[in-house]
């Protein structure tokens, strides 16, 4: 099939971007969305241009390298699928498509489709995990999880990070990115010594990296490739309230002072 | 040479807690005074980067992803062994060891094996406690399932992303420490050499992948967790940007590669469908639970798989192997299923595949069950094929998938270098000729958490270390020559894009290195893979510039090292005259076609000294003794 494609193009962080329109005849069906922009790099190397820059690594939609939002939707049309995993077979003939980085406050241009993502690790990094030492752990089974939690929190965990849901939200919030991680603890019995000190931090780390505020739009869900329900962006919010009166926070106050 | 693997002395169950023993120690207030480069934050590199730092060392890490999640580990689907026996299915510490060095076909060291094994349980607990969340039984007990290569369960997982979670366990171990600033972190940092001072390793200079800046950086040792090299045939189950530069650069400036030949072929992965392929999917193993593979009984059979009655079929795993039947080891399945193929039998617009149904497991166990234990699965492999896997068969095909291969090590993990330790997939010491199901995310693992954190403490007890700082004349002129080699890639000015020559470089590989060998193609490919490199140097086109994000650079410089290792991995296959594991050579096999290795003149580690580019490098052996698992023929009939 023969498509036009018009990518945006963007030298740095401080240049001005702007869309480039390429036509591509020979697009094949079984070739992945990645796979065809591949083949108009290697046209563009070739032509003795650069090609077009964007993430990608695993091809198997777990990384959460891949990015790009296509005609407007982060990751394109097809619910549940990352940018990598999405064929050709979803497009017809014709067709024009819209090629843009993810667009948020706190994830800036890079060049071309490339966007900054550290956040999310300076998010992780602020509260992100079980301060559990290498060799402190007891007996695996020594701690039962029921199925329904130990499904749940796994509902949560298999986050891949790819910021989607940042990209979605009109306000470019990262709620649900947050809310999967606090959940994915919340329900384990290893995660609650830390619950509330956990929330306290990360919530408070991704308004320093100007991520927007949540006003249940609820489009995040919607472009999550994993699907990752809002209803733990519900079980933060009641966590984070829960937090905000505790002893935990008093403390986080104090060391802050000092 | 012959090499000294420093195995300690005494009964296999004791070495290691008698090790731990004797090994020196540094003490906590001194620990503060060494710094450790770690490159890679897969399994290996994000569990040594956590342990070490909570040790109280300095740690300093490089990845060239944007965030050390992204590392592949993340991409291992279907789990990871431990010999914890919950299911009472009579496993132990004994046997996970014994099933381990068969399975490699007896081209692993006993003793390392033998503590992989042992630290296996501990793992199991350490990721439990960081919360990774495993599969549990409706009591809240893990929970096991089978897997290739084994006859019992001891395989935890979570759903199909083990690999994931368990990367998040260790990553998120890591962030906690660079919170605490235990951790410098370096992210789009890729590695370009290794900094050797005076014999002994000190350091790496890297590339800035953002600015194109070249910077070193020097410390008390250097460790490598930078993963596996199957993308040396260009198309594999591997992540895109996999790749051999940090390992063999190491090579290069000295470090023993062992047995690069060694290297595996995944028996079910998405078969190929055209030249614009730039990957290929792993459908993990676990499907061979419950999927049965077969082809039709007669060549040249074009119905559809549903409409090819019973008779017609040739379930010829469970034909071959009937004692482990769909569940037979890689290596294995993967030349069963290539026999078939080339007896013309093989299905597909190419030939070049086998059916792997479903049907007779969805009747016995219904529908939802399948789905519940397979459903993420079955969905990739829709929306990549575009087929439904609950009505018509999968279809798969082998690909390149893990190598066993990798830098030389010794018992403590350490090269031959001094200072460079080399963990998880980068070094070849677990698996032999052949790594079996859900050992990789165990080995990667032991070797951060539980491994290398004893004995990198003994390498500074007993070590005097010189002070260096960048301002080294060495450092110095490792940064010079790192920035020539840009200068020289930059100005060739030729008509051919990095990939075309990585895909090229893939065929070559694939043909006569891949999942069958013999002395004629070797020779041949020895040939080819030379002119094909002197072609890249003289008709390879980048553009862009080199102080910048580049991507075609980076690229090149990737595929600039494969040309090379390539022919590494071509002299080891052809100098290893016999068949084991994953390096099958025709001339060595049964009549029933199963391969016949030779322990009376191979039954060693081959590890090979870099002597320049183009010449044969000089073949090192460390003789292999098996006292506890009696050599035999590995038979899974
Ligand atoms: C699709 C798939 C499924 C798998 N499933 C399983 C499974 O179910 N069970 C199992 O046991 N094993 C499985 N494996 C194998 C297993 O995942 C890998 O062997 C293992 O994860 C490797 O871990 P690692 O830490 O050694 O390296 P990796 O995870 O590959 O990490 C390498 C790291 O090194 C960095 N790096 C590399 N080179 C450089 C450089 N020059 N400079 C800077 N950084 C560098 C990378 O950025 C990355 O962080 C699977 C593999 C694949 C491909
Ligand atoms: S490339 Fe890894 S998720 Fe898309």
């Known amino acids: 099939m023969k498509l036009t494609l018009h990518i945006w193009r963007q030298k740095n962080t401080n240049a001005k971007g702007h869309f480039e329109t390429y036509i591509m005849d020979n697009v094949i069906e079984d070739m992945s969305f990645l796979e065809m922009l591949d083949v108009l790099n290697e046209r563009l190397i070739l032509e003795g241009k650069e090609p077009v820059a964007f993430d990608h690594d695993c091809r198997e939609g777990i990384c959460g390298a891949c990015s790009l939002t296509i005609n407007g ?19 017809k003939d014709g067709d024009e498509i819209w090629i843009e980085p993810f667009r948020a406050r706190a994830f800036p241009v890079i060049k071309d489709l490339i966007v900054d993502r550290s956040a999310f690790d300076r998010i992780i990094q602020a509260g992100g995990f079980i301060s559990v030492n290498t060799g402190q752990a007891p007996e695996a089974n020594s701690i039962l999880v029921p199925k329904k939690n130990a499904d749940t929190a796994m509902d949560a965990a298999q986050c891949i990070g790819c910021g989607a849901c940042v990209a979605a939200c009109p306000n470019g919030a990262a709620m649900l990115f947050v809310a999967a991680k606090v959940s994915h603890f919340a329900y384990l019995p290893q995660g609650q010594p830390e619950r509330k000190l956990r929330v306290l931090k990360m919530v408070e780390q991704m308004q320093k990296d100007g991520f927007g505020n949540c006003s249940n739009y609820y489009e995040c869900e919607a472009a999550c490739p994993k699907q990752i329900s809002v209803k733990f962006i519900a079980l933060m919010n009641r966590d984070y309230l829960k937090a905000s009166f505790s002893d935990e926070k008093s403390e986080l106050i104090r060391n802050q002072l000092a | 040479m012959i090499l000294d693997g420093k195995v300690p002395t005494g009964p296999i169950t004791e070495k290691w807690d008698k090790h731990r023993f004797e090994m020196k120690l540094v003490s906590p207030a001194n620990k503060r005074k060494y710094k450790i480069i770690i490159v890679g934050t897969g399994l290996a590199g994000a569990s040594a980067a956590a342990s070490l730092a909570e040790l109280g060392y300095q740690v300093e890490v490089f990845t060239y992803h944007d965030s050390p999640r992204r590392a592949h580990s993340i ?37 390392n094996v033998y503590r992989l094994a042992q630290v296996s349980n501990n793992i199991i607990d350490q990721c439990v406690a960081q919360g990774v969340p495993f599969a549990r039984e409706y009591s809240g007990y893990l929970a096991n399932r089978s897997f290739g290569g084994a006859q019992l369960s001891r395989t935890f997982y979570a759903r199909g992303q083990t690999g994931q979670q368990l990367l998040l366990g260790a990553y998120s171990a890591m962030m906690r420490q660079v919170g605490l600033n235990k951790i410098v972190l370096h992210t789009k940092t890729e590695m370009l050499d290794l900094i050797v001072i005076n014999g002994i390793a000190r350091g790496v200079v890297t590339r800035n992948l953002l600015t194109g800046k070249i910077e070193s950086y020097v410390a008390d040792a250097v460790v490598l967790a930078t993963g596996g090299y199957s993308n040396v045939f260009y198309l594999s189950t591997n992540a895109q940007a996999c790749n051999v530069t940090a390992t063999y650069r190491a090579y290069k400036r000295g470090a023993f590669f062992a047995n690069p030949c060694f290297t595996q072929i995944h028996p079910t992965c998405i078969p190929q469908s055209g030249e614009h392929q730039s990957k290929l999917t792993l459908m993990s193993e676990s499907l061979r639970n419950d999927g ?22 040739d379930y010829y795993l469970e034909r071959m192997y009937p004692s482990y039947g769909n569940l037979a080891p890689r290596d294995i399945a993967s030349r069963a299923a290539k026999r078939v193929c080339d007896e013309g039998r093989g299905v597909g617009p190419t030939g070049n595949g086998v059916y792997l149904d479903f049907s007779d497991a969805i009747k016995r166990l219904g529908k939802k069950v399948i789905e519940e234990r397979y459903g993420n699965l079955f969905e990739m492999y829709e929306r990549i094929t575009g087929d439904n896997p609950y009505e018509t068969p999968m279809m798969i095909y082998p690909a390149p998938h893990y190598t066993m291969g990798g830098l030389w090590v010794d018992y403590n993990l350490m090269s031959n270098i001094p200072g460079l330790h080399v963990i998880g997939e980068a070094n070849f010491s677990d698996h032999g000729a052949n790594r079996l199901g859900a050992s990789a995310l165990m080995q990667g693992l032991a070797d951060g958490y539980f491994i290398l954190p004893y004995t990198i403490g003994h390498y500074f007890a007993t070590t005097k270390l010189e002070k260096v700082t960048t301002d080294h004349p060495e450092v110095k002129k490792c940064v010079q020559e790192v920035q020539e080699r840009i200068k020289k890639l930059m100005s060739i000015n030729g008509k051919k894009t990095p990939t075309q020559f990585h895909r090229e470089l893939g065929k070559i590989m694939w043909n006569y290195c891949g999942m069958s060998r013999n002395e004629e193609g070797l020779k041949k490919a020895l040939e080819l893979v030379p002119k094909l490199r002197d072609e890249f140097w003289s008709n390879l086109t980048i553009v862009g510039e080199e102080g910048d994000l580049n991507i075609v650079l980076e690229k090149a410089l990737r595929v600039a090292d494969f040309l090379e290792f390539a022919e590494l991995m071509l002299w080891d296959a052809l100098e290893r005259n016999e068949s084991c594991g994953g390096h099958f050579r025709e001339e060595h096999q049964y009549p029933d076609g199963e391969a016949k290795r030779d322990d009376e003149n191979f039954c060693h580690v081959a590890a090979w000294e870099y002597t320049g580019i183009g010449n044969k490098p000089i073949r090192h052996v460390e003789p292999l003794v098996f006292e506890y698992v009696p050599l035999t023929v590995r038979s899974y009939k």
């Open chain 1, 73 to 91: 939707i982060p990751h394109g049309p097809e619910k549940g699928t990352t940018t990598c995993q999405l064929h050709m077979r979803k497009f």
């Open chain 2, 75 to 111: 991409a291992a689907q279907g789990g990871i062994n431990a010999a914890k026996n919950y299911p009472n299915d009579g496993d132990s510490i004994w046997r996970l060891f014994y099933d381990t060095v068969k399975g490699g076909d007896f081209r692993a060291r006993e003793s």
């Open chain 2, 292 to 313: 049965r593979v077969w082809v039709p009984k007669n060549p040249g059979d074009k119905r559809k798989p549903t409409e090819i009655p019973e008779e017609d079929r």
